[in-house]
């Protein structure tokens, strides 16, 4: 398919102009809003099938012109890796070059507590979006300009996190009702594989994510949000579930900022105005 600047992506329904080089993506279609709700100006594109979108700027502390501020681009991905590949496919068609996924996890070392947040460093790739990407062996590993801006971001927020590699899945229920599956031996052969290796937490988009953006040649990095960790509350530590997740939204937002602060070359004028709380509203 030969692309224009008028051509529209087949499934965001957006065209070159309709989007920002810098994105957030996030798997729920209705965090979208939430996200928005952190950027200035911020109104909503378009949504279509489990793709919402919005467009707002990260705006500097103390002024209200919109032109003070760094555009951003806010859009879900929906559950997995295929439509995950899909956006980050015609996001990139329409002009983004740089992701920042905020989604939730489980965390499966038993240091990974409900509420903390979980840097992606890489993934195992247990899914198959990736395969159609890339041989197996080639490994599905985030941007390390974008990793070192979310761990950044995070230190300068204050926030509890972890950082190395993760679980990428296809199944949602493979994890969490083991037993009933026909391949449940190989799931639990796998699963304390990955305990045994450090493994710090599961989830399903971000292997994809990161092996799309390779094959693309564009940025990507993932933080992600612990809801709970099935590993600490089979050895009795049964902790309360964590389900807001402002504190990887603002990491996120916030690595953005550096990341186009680093971007332009520019080494004060992010990092003055972004230890002012008000720089995020």
């Not at 070392?109 to 197996?136: H, L």
């Amino acid at each position: 398919m030969k692309y224009t600047s008028e051509t529209r992506a087949f499934h965001l329904k957006t065209k070159s102009g309709d989007i920002n080089r810098y994105c957030i993506l996030t798997g729920d279609p209705g965090r979208t809003e939430e996200i928005a709700g952190h950027l200035q100006d911020a109104y909503h594109v378009c949504t279509n099938r489990e793709f919402s979108i919005y467009n707002g700027n990260i705006s500097y502390a103390g002024t209200g012109e919109k032109s003070s501020g760094m555009p951003v681009t806010v859009c879900s991905t929906g559950i997995g890796g295929p439509s995950a590949a899909i956006a980050l496919e015609e996001l990139v068609q329409c002009g983004a070059d740089t992701f920042i996924r905020i989604g939730t996890c489980g965390g499966i070392a038993e240091k990974v507590i409900p509420g903390d947040n979980v840097i992606a460093q890489a993934c195992v790739r247990q899914e198959g979006t990736s395969r159609e990407y890339a041989p197996i062996e080639y490994p599905a590993a985030a941007n390390f300009e974008i990793t070192a801006a979310l761990v950044r971001a995070a230190e300068q927020l204050g926030q509890r996190f972890h950082i190395g590699v993760i679980q990428s899945k296809d199944s949602f229920y493979g994890q969490h009702d083991t037993n009933r599956m026909p391949v449940s031996e190989e799931l639990r052969a796998k699963w304390t594989a990955w305990k045994k290796l450090g493994v710090l937490a599961s989830e399903m988009e971000a292997a994809a994510l990161f092996t799309v953006s390779a094959a693309l040649g564009v940025r990507c990095g993932a933080v992600l949000h612990t809801i709970w960790n099935q590993e600490r509350y089979a050895a009795g530590k049964h902790d309360k579930e964590s389900q807001d997740t402002t504190s990887g939204i603002l990491c996120a937002i916030r690595a953005l900022a550096l990341t186009a602060e680093r971007d332009r070359g520019e080494n004060t004028l992010w990092t003055e105005k972004i230890q002012d709380s008000s720089y995020l509203n």
